[in-house]
């Protein structure tokens, strides 16, 4: 949670700066790599578009 | 670049948000915050699309004032002035004919996040107790409910959890973000996943246990879940020992009402199932189970919610890595709880708030008892976590608004909340608001609620103010967000409106604060800082939480310990132990209606005037198996007509095999605002809720949403849509 707080402060020192950057990348990586994809591609059959079947309603 | 860090109030979630313009450019582009260390990258596409939603040619510029009748959408545009000065006058006289407790306000807090609890102040300054909200179905319920147990509410400890549950909560991409990514986050690290769900979701299809659970039985599995873990001893024998009171009555209730046999026969799910899965929850090493929509709105809310306390205190998962962190609010600032002077609102009036004695579990009734204990552990007498722990209860209200009973309620203030369509019974709330004095609805557009009202206040968004969220007085995690654009037309914060309305009504002095960024100043003044420089330092502060404080203050509870069975509930004249109570299909209505669905496109009963949402999801849908579409005649993509005791609605069939049979899933409100009427009283989910007392959980007073009998048949009348391609842009 300290961690936390640290990465989420904006620090004015440049060497805070950059190390907050890095301990962000860091909690980044520790749940591998493309662990956020799905926020730009989720396939799921509750994303519900109708785009098609309605186009001219 | 222009970068700004903001917080998004589409919903109740706050995902942190980056906001980024090149030199020259008007428009801010918004993303996900990579980051947050909580939820990195989270928004969805309202969030995205944002400014589409609020740059609208609908958008409401200035104050209007109805000069037809209520619902025939006549207007006069008028100044700020005259209707605020208007407004006070004939609040002034329903108080003076009908008293303080004449004026209801109903507030949806995500919207009004910036309020720091100013419509409450003006409320227990004037006297009235009767504050409703959206949230007395949907979390604030839910807070209350939990400090029955162990006094407040927790929040999950994602980041570190090795099991999660997930109480049919459909957390996806769309809804709930900023919890569904750390969910996933928590799954990638390897956490085990169980969920309860009468459907095959897309998170039960990856769970590595699915309970597919008949609708509303969710306190029956968790008592279940209970009878193993007492059963095979997988309870936590010190925690239990040195820190619960109540453990033989929970173990005779298991024994006597919650058999295995019993438990699986109700549930539909298999005891070996049953036993797999409370084993996984219990064995984890942290497990957790977040807050769930599914338990706030049923017959059995109270005691579910309650079963689902249980089980995270006799598990040993309370205040402990990986499990439920009980963090208070953060000290750095002055709480909300007390910039509402709730100790300026007289016994004598608290004791008039609607539902204080039949349904009293959310009202003051239930927090005047747990107030010398919350201020011994937390430091608040009154902590309104999630703004929804000393609440009046809707269905009470709507009926003092309509008949007068047991008093007349004649004002009638909507805050940025759709309440015609955000509770149950719609046909109530309408004929509550048709026989008010004064309605007054603060909003962004002409909703149908809006529609009813005499006045109706042009409001900002949170692109266009300042914020400092202290994570709804539920945990110790304050955010901030910049003003990224100023406010159109004239278009108000929510806090200029109760600054306005005391000016006239002899409250000057209680708020002498000229602006909201003033007013955050003042809640910062004790760290020595304002706002700017506070919000320049951080986007997101974390308090220095310390798991297992409760060895060090004791529980918030009367007892000083984890009530398993409860003093509290004893003490207002109801069972202390979870029972289970629902719902039956009958020959007339022989299907279960699940309401309250969330689609990708909308929150709540927002958005559907954005094109660029709306182009995806033109119309209200229903969800059923094809074996129920078959069965009752009717046909993909046409209109069907669903009815219960309560009234029908109308929604385009959609087959879907991921629901179970003898089920109905219902997107909750839908209105069109392309249509002449709105198309208000044919399509929003709260025409189809009965809250007649059989249909309310008997502790809160809250409707039943999750199973009500209905049945289904294809519309008989068919009306002509204008939709959104025949409307004016």
């Known amino acids: ?57 | 670049m222009e970068t700004k860090h903001v917080l998004c109030a589409t919903c109740d979630i706050s995902c942190q948000l980056v906001a980024s313009r090149k030199p020259g450019e008007k428009n801010f582009t918004l993303k996900g915050d990579y980051d947050n260390p909580m939820a990195p990258g989270a928004i969805c596409a309202k969030g995205k699309l944002a400014q589409s939603t609020f740059d609208h040619p609908n958008r409401l510029l200035t104050p209007l004032k109805r000069i037809g009748e209520r619902g025939d959408g006549k207007w006069a545009e008028i100044s700020w002035e005259q209707a605020l000065n208007e407004i006070a006058e004939k609040l002034r006289s329903v108080i003076e004919h009908y008293g303080p407790e004449a004026m209801a306000v109903t507030s949806g807090p995500w919207n009004c996040s910036t309020e720091s609890g100013m419509t409450r102040r003006f409320m227990n300054l004037l006297g009235s107790p009767n504050y409703i909200s959206p949230v007395a179905l949907c979390l604030g319920n839910t807070a209350a409910v939990n400090r029955l147990t162990y006094g407040w509410m927790p929040l999950a400890d994602f980041e570190n959890t090795q099991c999660i549950v997930l109480m049919g909560h459909n957390t996806n991409s769309q809804s709930w973000v900023w919890e569904y990514v750390r969910q996933k986050l928590a799954e990638k690290r390897g956490a085990k996943l169980i969920v309860f769900d009468p459907r095959r979701s897309p998170n039960a299809e990856r769970a590595d246990v699915h309970l597919a659970i008949n609708p509303g039985t969710d306190v029956v599995m968790c008592m279940g879940w209970i009878n193993v873990i007492l059963s095979e001893q997988l309870y936590d024998k010190e925690f239990v020992r040195d820190w619960t009171v109540g453990f033989e009555a929970l173990r005779n209730r298991v024994v006597e009402d919650f058999s295995l046999d019993f438990v699986s026969k109700e549930t539909g799910v298999s005891i070996e199932m049953i036993q797999r899965a409370a084993r996984m929850y219990a064995e984890a090493n942290g497990a957790i189970i977040p807050w769930s929509p599914i338990t706030d709105q049923q017959v059995s809310s109270t005691s579910a919610i309650r079963a689902i306390s249980i089980l995270r205190a006799i598990t040993g998962n309370l205040d402990a890595p990986g499990g439920e962190m009980l963090m208070g609010t953060h000290s750095d600032l002055l709480p909300e709880s007390e910039l509402e002077l709730t100790e300026k609102l007289s016994q004598e009036q608290r004791k008039k708030q609607l539902g204080y004695n039949k349904h009293p579990v959310f009202t003051f009734k239930a927090a005047d008892i747990l107030k010398e204990h919350s201020e011994r552990v937390f430091g608040e007498a009154y902590p309104n976590i999630v703004k929804g722990t000393h609440m009046a209860v809707p269905s009470p209200t709507f009926r003092a608004m309509a008949y007068g009973d047991p008093y007349p309620v004649k004002a009638f203030f909507a805050i940025a909340n759709n309440a015609l369509m955000g509770f149950g019974n719609q046909t109530l709330v309408r004929k509550a608001m048709l026989n008010q004095d004064l309605n007054v609805c603060f909003e962004q557009f002409v909703t149908p609620t809006a529609n009813l009202c005499d006045y109706v206040l042009p409001g900002d968004s949170w692109m266009e103010r300042p914020n400092m969220l202290d994570g709804y007085n539920w945990a110790a995690l304050t955010m901030t967000s910049n003003k990224l654009y100023d406010p159109p037309g004239e278009c108000r914060n929510i806090y200029d409106v109760w600054h306005g309305l005391a000016q006239r009504m002899g409250l000057r002095d209680y708020f002498p604060w000229a602006s909201l960024t003033e007013l955050f100043d003042h809640r910062l003044e004790k760290l020595g800082t304002d706002f700017e420089n506070y919000k320049n330092r951080y986007k997101l502060k974390l308090a220095q939480y310390k798991y297992y404080n409760y060895r060090h203050t004791g529980f918030a509870t009367p007892s000083g310990k984890v009530e398993l069975s409860s003093s509290v509930l004893a003490d207002l004249g109801f069972d202390p132990l979870p029972y289970y109570r629902n719902l039956s299909t009958t020959k007339e209505f022989p299907l279960k209606l699940f309401v309250g669905l969330r689609e990708p496109q909308f929150f709540q009963s927002g958005q559907r005037h954005n094109r660029a949402l709306r182009k995806g999801n033109r119309f209200p849908r229903t969800f059923l198996n094809v074996v129920d579409v078959e069965r009752y005649g009717l046909l993909e993509g046409e209109w069907a007509t669903i009815e219960t005791v309560a009234g029908k609605i109308h929604m385009l069939v959609t087959i879907r095999n991921d629901v179970p049979e003898g089920l109905i899933r219902v997107p909750h409100g839908w209105w069109l605002p392309e249509e002449k009427d709105f198309g208000e009283c044919e399509h929003n989910d709260g025409l189809v809720i009965p809250d007649s007392e059989e249909y309310l959980d008997r502790e809160q007073g809250i409707p039943h949403l999750k199973g009500v009998p209905c049945r289904i048949y294809p519309r008989k009348k068919h009306r002509q849509y204008i939709g959104i391609a025949g409307a004016k842009k």
């Open chain 1, 1 to 57: 949670m300290r961690v936390a707080g640290f990465i989420s402060q904006n620090h004015s020192n440049p060497v805070l700066t950059h190390l907050a950057a890095l301990l962000s990348w860091m909690n980044r990586g520790r749940y591998g790599k493309g662990a956020l994809d799905f926020l730009e591609n989720e396939d799921s059959i509750d994303h519900l578009d109708y785009s098609d079947v309605d186009e001219n309603t």
